[in-house]
């Protein structure tokens, strides 16, 4: 009977068990054996048994950098025997240096060359099933040798009908039900092991993985990545006049979820040049050009290119730069655009005091800490790095530093803050990798009074009453009919019988019109407000002078006072 009931219960965790018994085996092999027993895992399918043990990681005998390299080193021979979605897995926990030891990231980042590519007539038939015609019908020519691979699309070469050179994107089969599969697979394994292990449980494992599934199922979608070209595109052109920063023309009339088809661009990607002498003073000027354009669709457009390595960075034939890899968007609301724009002010003018507290307003936290002391700790960590040039400032060490105050005060950022620090980082290791003198802070200086003196404009704070207005007004409607409901609710249950609550209607009504003067008085004062501003420029020598739309904002405030006064009671 214990039997069934275990069959039973892992069939409603885990689908498809023998993946399971794939993946343990794996990771059994590779020195992880001790603690799948220790969790219990080796249980979980009736009759399993580990395969022969390889020896087993003792962080007593090596120092901790040697302990977490190996077992990086024996995390990322795992990954590589599982496959992409676990490579790809492996690619996003190189990424989170705020988590994670240096050795274990080291070993982790040589994933990113590891997947294996597809044969050809597979890529085919997905190509011909999304075009719903022959391949010949719509490419003159395609090169079967894949010139990228990756977790989730295979890219090749090919040129269409009329002649244009494009590249063409296209889906691993199966590979979104592979991903699920492992995802639930893996989650179930952290949570057995975040059970019985302090340090993985600390690590918040469970969490990244969960981010990892929620990244990865826009970028399992090419329609989402072409949306995302287009868009970043329109946003670069609306700024970039002298057409520095190229970005690919997408062709949607031959792209679909599974196959994407981008104009090609021909250069030389960033990681396979070592020096400024072999960019030249032109190229050299171009890309400044661009990383402030980068910086400025992070600061002003919230909608960023948040995968910016070497490899997706070109430097074009014809002298341009060129972007690519549009599944990884980072995307910040207004509030959060600002709270960032504050931050990046406050760390540019060593304005620690309001540093922390923009912390304290995007940060996760269950009790206040003592500011005062974090203050201090923050200004320790972050001083010595602020204001020096890209050859003089580690800035994985910067963020690593910020993120381990952070964190001692039990203060966490979401995931997508870290993918701005991230998306800064990989700017610092593009010119890091060529001997480029690239002072982010001094590029982000530029556009930073810019927008904080568009934040602090007329029309910035006429927007914002306006739709203090608008909450006010929807309060308005809302809170009395909602209190109706309650009330309602719980006349049905007869509370007000059993209570002998008397005259309950008469004192519905007083509160509905306690709350409509309350808000008929915040709405009259938010459009007195809004007359002052308009005013507030103009040199007013007599009534003439006064602008027309403050004499409008004050008539509605004059009748809605009005509306107070002549109030019937009820």
């Known amino acids: 009977m214990d039997l069934i009931k275990t069959g039973i219960g892992i069939s409603k965790t885990i689908k498809n068990v023998s993946r399971f018994r794939e993946i343990l085996t794996v990771f059994s092999r590779h020195g992880f054996s001790e603690l799948i027993v220790k969790s219990g895992l080796d249980k979980v399918i009736p009759g399993f048994v580990l395969p022969a043990r390889v020896s087993e990681l003792k962080e007593g005998d090596l120092s901790r950098e040697e302990w977490w390299q190996l077992f990086g080193e024996q995390l990322r021979l795992s990954f590589e025997d599982l496959g992409p979605s676990f490579i790809k897995l492996g690619q996003l926990l190189a990424t989170r240096e705020d988590i994670f030891e240096p050795g274990l990231i080291k070993e982790l980042k040589l994933l990113q060359n590891r997947v294996k590519g597809i044969p050809f007539d597979v890529a085919k038939q997905v190509i011909e099933s999304s075009l719903g015609k022959k391949m010949e019908e719509v490419f003159s020519s395609v090169d079967e040798n894949a010139i990228g691979t990756a977790s989730i699309g295979v890219v090749y070469k090919a040129q269409l009908k009329d002649g244009k050179k494009v590249v063409v994107k296209v889906k691993r089969p199966n590979i979104a039900r592979t991903i699920t599969t492992d995802f639930e ?84 990607p960033f990681n396979e040049f070592h020096s400024l002498d072999q960019l030249g003073p032109q190229t050299v ?235 008929l008085s915040l709405l009259a004062s938010v459009f007195i407000l809004c007359g002052t501003i308009f005013v507030k420029d103009v040199l007013v020598t007599s009534l003439y002078d006064v602008p027309l739309l403050s004499w409008i904002f004050w008539a509605f405030a004059a009748y809605l006072l009005v509306r107070l006064t002549t109030l019937r009671k009820y």
């Open 185 to 268: 697979i893996l989650l179930f394994i952290i949570e057995q092991l975040e059970k019985v292990s302090g340090e993985i449980r600390f690590l918040g494992m469970s969490k990244v993985v969960r981010d990892f599934y929620k990244s990865t199922q826009n970028e399992l979608n090419f329609q989402v990545e072409a949306q995302n070209c287009e868009r970043l595109k329109r946003n670069l052109e609306s700024i970039d006049k002298e057409g520095f920063l190229v970005v690919p023309s997408v062709y949607k009339e031959f792209s679909s979820n599974d196959v994407l088809v981008l104009e090609f661009l021909d250069g030389k």
């Open 285 to 519: 000027e171009r890309l400044l050009r661009s990383v402030e354009l980068f910086t400025h669709t992070l600061l002003a457009d919230g909608f960023f290119h948040a995968d910016l390595h070497g490899g997706n960075f070109f430097v074009l034939n014809d002298g341009k730069i060129g972007i690519i890899d549009f599944g990884l968007m980072g995307t910040l609301s207004k509030k959060q655009r600002a709270n960032l724009i504050a931050i990046m002010y406050s760390l540019i003018t060593h304005d620690y005091d309001n540093l922390v507290y923009e912390f304290l307003e995007v940060a996760e936290y269950e009790k206040i800490p003592d500011h005062e002391e974090l203050i201090r700790d923050i200004k320790d960590a972050i001083s010595p790095f602020v204001g020096l040039s890209v050859k003089e400032t580690n800035m994985s060490e910067l963020v690593r530093n910020l993120i381990r105050t952070l964190s001692k005060h039990e203060l966490y950022l979401p995931r997508e803050w870290f993918i701005i620090f991230r998306a800064l980082i990989t700017l610092d290791g593009v010119g890091k990798s060529i001997g480029l003198d690239l002072n982010i802070f001094q590029i982000l200086d530029k556009d930073l009074d810019k927008l904080v003196r568009k934040m602090l404009s007329k029309e910035h704070a006429q927007e914002e009453l306006m739709w203090v207005a608008k909450d006010v007004i929807t309060s308005l409607r809302t809170v009395p009919k909602h209190l109706r409901w309650f009330l309602k609710e719980t006349s049905k249950n007869n509370y007000a019988i059993e209570l002998k609550i008397k005259e309950i209607d008469r004192l519905s009504k007083s509160i509905n019109r306690s709350f409509y003067l309350l808000g």
